[in-house]
């Protein structure tokens, strides 16, 4: 007897594969899936009912909304019996790291200035997006990466999968959860990454940023220990965070106040956007989603992840673009060394 096909692979059709986005909820209980309609360029986000998915620009108060045909909810036994990987190759053909080492001088000079800190980012790039073959193959792979939130979002002309770390903020009922997440070593060195000052300054720069910027917002902000966060071959410091949200909340407002916090733009954010968009990798790149926001506004819940740890694509062309905070204490060596460490493991399990 041949099995029925499962509710996934009927729903599954060519408008997925052309635009469609999936994000999991932060306690990895529900999995939205959306497929087709279009997306549009908005300043606000819709004052709608209906599940609209957004995707902000880094420099910009500006965003992608996502308006799809189609939302429903999968189980990941589901979605583990749709998405097969299929061998493909994806050689890496180029990278930024040039642009990298000069950014990282430039920074050390601005560092004189109102500058505290500062997340410097390079890429590398692959052969080869194939459409729906690769779409599959990610979201399978984000979907077996064993940490972090599975998430993605894609049209016709650029998109992006991963499974990220970070949770931007979440608000459920009027609580809103967040944390700190920044300060990187290798899984083993835990011990030193607890005791490291330049890493605790980078990290605690993170949880300054976000209590100010939570005080518009939110009230009785309770603030736990700092610990250790794995993800994979990876370890982080992380400081979970929750506050109670204010009644009258502007979700267009916390999400342009809140990103990019400390750990993916720098601190003052101000200064440290103003660094990024002239450095010369704001300058390669003037158009950025990497470590922006993507998330969900529905009903009940309004949920936004940073984009991180993830494979994104342009055309027929696959990038990966990994970061490290830069502090005045920074040693470009060990820098480099923390953004190949995030780079191979993403490069390691997607491609
Ligand atoms: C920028 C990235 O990660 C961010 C930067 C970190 C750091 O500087 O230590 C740690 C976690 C993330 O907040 C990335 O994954 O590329």
Known sequence: MSESPSALSQWLDRDFFETGAFLCSHDGKSITFAKGGSSLLVDRFFPTANPVFYLKDFYQESYLAYNPISVKEFSLDEI????KYEKTDHS????????YEKDFELLKSAFKFN???V??????????????????NLIHKAFSFGVGTPYGYWNQHYGVIGSTPELLYQVK???????????????????????????RIEHNLVIQDIQEKLAGFTSDLKIDDTKIHPYKSIVHLKTDMVARANDDIDFTALTNTMSPTAALGGYPKTSSLQFLKNSNYG??????YFGSAFGLIKKDVKEFVVSIRNVQWEG???FIESGGGVVPDSVLLKEMDEIHLKRNTIRKHYL
């Open 80 to 83: 583990k019996a749709e998405f």
């Open 92 to 99: 890496p053909i180029s990278n930024d790291d040039d642009i």
């Open 115 to 117: 500058l505290k800190k």
């Open 119 to 136: 997340v410097l980012v390079s890429r590398e790039n692959y052969e080869n997006f194939e459409g729906e073959k690769t779409i599959r």
């Open 173 to 199: 009922n009027d609580v809103l959860t967040t944390f700190a997440l920044a300060g990187t070593a290798k899984i083993g060195l835990e011990e030193e990454l607890l005791k490291s000052s330049k890493d």
């Open 283 to 288: 300058a390669k790149y003037p158009h950025r």
């Open 316 to 318: 027929k062309h696959l």
